[in-house]
């Protein structure tokens, strides 16, 4: 190999230099930077499953959550047809305790009315017999006896007390 140029001692120096760079860079860079990526993988692997896992959950949650959206409209649909039921039956009782507050008023006006005019109806009575008997006075007044005054006053009396039942 001399005739090529080449030195053997050379040759295996420069190849045992060789090896021990590979060896050395093997030992200090490439396994380490080999682990490193292994880790970084690893850690990749374990995110993405992780992910995987946290869109499952999400997708479990949303679901929870949509199921408890619509229970929550039933329960406020059942609550607003209770509270409309519940405002109808009190509209009701009003009005019928209105009713009830309006008739009573005006049967008692009406016997009040009623009794009014029953009162003075009376007095009216009391007056007309007053009247009478003043004006049989004064007609008979002094050519009469008293006896025959009075006879006259019932009579008149009578009469008036007929003429108003027969009125009423």
Same mark, same amino acid.
């Given at each position: ?10 040759? !295996? ?75 109808? $039956? ?6 019928? $305790? ?13 016997? @009040? ?29 002094? !050519? ?8 006259? $006053? ?7 007390? @007929?003429?108003?039942?027969?009125? !009423?």
């Amino acid at each position: 190999m001399e005739k090529l140029g080449i030195d053997i001692r050379l040759l !295996s120096f420069q190849v045992f230099n060789f090896l021990v760079i590979i060896l050395l860079l093997n030992k200090l860079v490439f396994q380490p930077l080999s682990k490193k990526m292994e880790e970084r993988k690893k850690l990749i692997e374990k995110g993405l499953d992780k992910e995987i896992e946290a869109d499952k959950k999400l997708a479990e949650i949303e679901t929870e959550k949509n199921k408890m959206i619509d229970a929550t409209k039933k329960d406020i649909d059942e609550m607003m047809v209770e509270a409309a039921k519940k405002a109808e $039956n009190f509209r009701n009782e009003l009005l019928e $305790n209105t009713r009830k507050e309006s008739d009573d008023l005006i049967k008692r006006t009406k016997e @009040q009315l009623a009794g009014e005019k029953e009162e003075m109806l009376s007095k009216a009575k009391e007056d007309m017999v007053d009247l009478t008997i003043e004006a049989v006075k004064t007609v008979l007044g002094h !050519s009469e006896s008293d006896a025959v005054k009075e006879t006259l $006053n019932k009579k008149a009396i009578e009469k008036l007390w @007929q003429t108003d039942k027969t009125q !009423s």
